[in-house]
C-alpha cells in the first residue's frame, strides 16, 4: 500500500539536536535517513585556525535545502555573532555571542536552485556523533598534506584512509590567500618571542622561550617546561567535553604559559584587545575574541598564587593562534605530549572511533619523530 511506501515510514528523517557549552545556542536538523551520515571534512586553513584558535574544523554541508530549526529562546539574531573573514569571503562565520562556540558557516548568496543560503555545521557540537550519523572522510587545505598540522596526526579513521584535498593553485572558485609569512620577533634584550594572535587581530600577545629568567628556576614554573628541551614549553591535545562545546570542534591543542611573561601586559581578569569572558565553572574562565570567535585562554583559579601577586597563574594558550613559521603545531617551540590524550575517557564516550584514532596517529608520529612516546603529566591538566 501507499502507506508503507519508505519515504513515508517514521524512520525515514531523523532529528539531530546540537548545543554549545553554555546551552545560548540551540537548534535541530532534520534530515531524511538517505543523507546520512553526512560527510565529514577537517579544514586546516589559516583562516579556519586563527578564527577558532584550533588546529581544524569539523564541518558538513547540508543539503541545499537544509536549514538549522533555532529552539526558542535561542535564535541567530539573540544568540550569534557573525564575522565575514575578508573581502573574498563566501560565507559568514556563527559562534555563540556567549561562550564562543563556532557553530558554523552559513553563504552569503542564497544558492539559485534553492533560494536558500547554504550551510556547513561544526558536527562536534551535535548529541551523537556516530558512524550512522557523521563519517569524517578527509582533510582539507593541508598544502599537499606536507605541512606540520593535525591532519599528520590523524592519517586513518578506524580502517579507513582519510582523503586530502586542495585547490589547485591560483583556484578563482576557493581563493583563500596564503597567511603573511610569519616574522621572527624579538624583545628590546634580543630574546626570541613567538606572536599569537587571532583572524580579526583583536587579540594579539607573544610568548618567550621558557628559559627566560624566573621560570626554568622557579620550581612551580618549571614544571610546563619541556624536559625534552628546555626551549621549548610542553603541549598537549584535549578532548574533554566542555572544550568540544565551547570552540566546536572534536579537540584542542593548549601550551601552557605563565601569564606574567605574556607581552603586552595581559590583566588578571584577561579582558584586553577584544577579549570576551565566559565562566564554565566556578573556577574556570575561557576568553575568545568579541569580533572573530577565536578562542584564547582557558585559566584555572586554583592555578594563582595569589600570596606573589598572580606571577604563577598559568594559563593554557589556544595553540591555533600560534604564528609559527614552521607551521601550525609550532613543533620549534612545543614539546607534544604524544602518549595520551588529555581528557580521553570524555572523547571515548563522544566520538571513540575518532578518539583512538587520533591517539594511535599521535603515538606513532611520536616514535618515528622522536624515537619514543612522550606521556609528561601536566599539572591540573587531566
Same mark, same amino acid.
Given at each position: 500500500?501507499?502507506?508503507? &511506501?519508505?519515504?513515508? &515510514?517514521?524512520?525515514?528523517?531523523?532529528?539531530? *539536536?546540537?548545543?554549545?557549552?553554555?546551552?545560548?545556542? /540551540?537548534?535541530?536538523?532534520?534530515?531524511?535517513?538517505?543523507? @546520512?551520515?553526512?560527510?565529514?571534512?577537517?579544514?586546516?586553513?589559516?583562516?579556519?585556525?586563527?578564527? /577558532?584558535?584550533?588546529?581544524?574544523?569539523?564541518?558538513?554541508? #547540508?543539503?541545499?535545502?537544509?536549514?538549522?530549526?533555532?529552539?526558542?529562546?535561542?535564535?541567530?539574531?539573540?544568540? #550569534?555573532?557573525? +564575522?565575514? /573573514?575578508?573581502?573574498?569571503?563566501?560565507?559568514?562565520?556563527?559562534?555563540?555571542?556567549?561562550?564562543?562556540?563556532?557553530? %558554523?558557516?552559513?553563504?552569503?548568496?542564497?544558492?539559485?536552485?534553492?533560494?536558500?543560503?547554504?550551510?556547513?555545521?561544526?558536527?562536534?557540537?551535535?548529541?551523537?556523533?556516530?558512524?550512522?550519523?557523521?563519517?569524517?572522510?578527509?582533510?582539507?587545505?593541508?598544502?599537499?598534506?606536507?605541512?606540520?598540522?593535525?591532519?599528520?596526526?590523524?592519517?586513518?579513521?578506524?580502517?579507513?584512509?582519510?582523503?586530502? !584535498?586542495?585547490?589547485e593553485p591560483g583556484s578563482t572558485t576557493f581563493p583563500i590567500p596564503p597567511p603573511p609569512p610569519p616574522q621572527p620577533e624579538l624583545d628590546?634584550?634580543?630574546?626570541?618571542? &613567538?606572536?599569537?594572535?587571532?583572524?580579526?587581530? %583583536?587579540?594579539?600577545?607573544?610568548?618567550?622561550?621558557? +628559559?627566560?629568567?624566573?621560570?626554568?628556576?622557579?620550581?612551580? @614554573?618549571?614544571?610546563?617546561? =619541556?624536559?625534552?628541551?628546555?626551549?621549548?614549553?610542553?603541549?598537549? @591535545?584535549?578532548?574533554?567535553?566542555?572544550?568540544?562545546?565551547?570552540?566546536?570542534?572534536?579537540?584542542?591543542? !593548549?601550551?601552557?604559559?605563565?601569564?606574567?611573561?605574556?607581552?603586552?601586559?595581559?590583566?588578571?581578569?584577561?579582558?584586553? %584587545?577584544?577579549? *570576551?569572558?565566559?565562566?564554565?565553572?566556578?573556577?574556570?574562565?575561557?576568553?575568545?575574541?568579541?569580533?572573530?570567535?577565536?578562542?584564547?585562554?582557558? =585559566?584555572?583559579e586554583s592555578r594563582t598564587d595569589r600570596e606573589d601577586g598572580g606571577r604563577r597563574t598559568v594559563v593554557d594558550v589556544a595553540v591555533g #593562534?600560534?604564528?609559527?613559521?614552521?607551521?601550525a603545531t609550532a613543533e620549534k617551540w612545543l614539546t607534544w605530549r604524544t602518549g595520551r590524550l588529555a581528557w580521553r575517557e570524555s572523547g571515548?564516550?563522544?566520538? %571513540?572511533?575518532?578518539?583512538?584514532?587520533?591517539?594511535?596517529?599521535?603515538?606513532?608520529?611520536?616514535?618515528?619523530?622522536?624515537?619514543?612516546? @612522550?606521556?609528561? =603529566?601536566?599539572? +591540573?591538566?587531566?
Amino acid at each position: 500500500m501507499a502507506s508503507d &511506501l519508505p519515504h513515508q &515510514l517514521p524512520a525515514a528523517n531523523k532529528t539531530l *539536536t546540537a548545543q554549545c557549552l553554555c546551552k545560548a545556542v /540551540h537548534f535541530t536538523i532534520t534530515l531524511p535517513t538517505s543523507a @546520512l551520515p553526512l560527510p565529514v571534512h577537517l579544514c586546516h586553513c589559516h583562516i579556519c585556525r586563527y578564527t /577558532h584558535g584550533t588546529l581544524c574544523v569539523f564541518h558538513a554541508a #547540508l543539503p541545499a535545502h537544509i536549514t538549522p530549526t533555532f529552539i526558542a529562546p535561542s535564535s541567530i539574531e539573540s544568540s #550569534l555573532t557573525s +564575522y565575514i /573573514h575578508g573581502p573574498s569571503a563566501a560565507s559568514e562565520r556563527l559562534f555563540c555571542t556567549t561562550c564562543g562556540c563556532h557553530i %558554523g558557516d552559513r553563504d552569503l548568496i542564497p544558492s539559485p536552485s534553492s533560494g536558500i543560503a547554504e550551510w556547513r555545521v561544526a558536527t562536534s557540537i551535535f548529541d551523537q556523533h556516530t558512524p550512522s550519523t557523521f563519517q569524517i572522510r578527509s582533510h582539507a587545505f593541508t598544502r599537499g598534506g606536507t605541512a606540520p598540522g593535525l591532519h599528520q596526526w590523524l592519517p586513518t579513521l578506524g580502517a579507513r584512509t582519510l582523503n586530502h !584535498w586542495d585547490p589547485e593553485p591560483g583556484s578563482t572558485t576557493f581563493p583563500i590567500p596564503p597567511p603573511p609569512p610569519p616574522q621572527p620577533e624579538l624583545d628590546p634584550n634580543g630574546n626570541e618571542r &613567538l606572536r599569537a594572535e587571532c583572524h580579526c587581530g %583583536g587579540v594579539s600577545f607573544t610568548l618567550p622561550r621558557p +628559559y627566560v629568567p624566573g621560570i626554568a628556576d622557579d620550581a612551580v @614554573l618549571s614544571r610546563y617546561v =619541556s624536559r625534552e628541551d628546555p626551549r621549548k614549553w610542553l603541549a598537549c @591535545l584535549d578532548v574533554c567535553d566542555d572544550c568540544r562545546l565551547v570552540d566546536g570542534t572534536h579537540v584542542v591543542g !593548549w601550551t601552557f604559559v605563565p601569564l606574567a611573561q605574556l607581552e603586552p601586559t595581559i590583566p588578571a581578569d584577561l579582558k584586553f %584587545g577584544t577579549m *570576551t569572558t565566559f565562566r564554565s565553572s566556578e573556577d574556570v574562565v575561557r576568553t575568545f575574541c568579541g569580533v572573530c570567535g577565536a578562542t584564547v585562554f582557558f =585559566s584555572c583559579e586554583s592555578r594563582t598564587d595569589r600570596e606573589d601577586g598572580g606571577r604563577r597563574t598559568v594559563v593554557d594558550v589556544a595553540v591555533g #593562534l600560534l604564528r609559527a613559521p614552521e607551521g601550525a603545531t609550532a613543533e620549534k617551540w612545543l614539546t607534544w605530549r604524544t602518549g595520551r590524550l588529555a581528557w580521553r575517557e570524555s572523547g571515548m564516550r563522544y566520538d %571513540g572511533e575518532f578518539t583512538e584514532s587520533l591517539e594511535k596517529g599521535l603515538r606513532e608520529w611520536g616514535v618515528k619523530r622522536d624515537g619514543k612516546v @612522550l606521556g609528561f =603529566s601536566i599539572p +591540573y591538566e587531566d
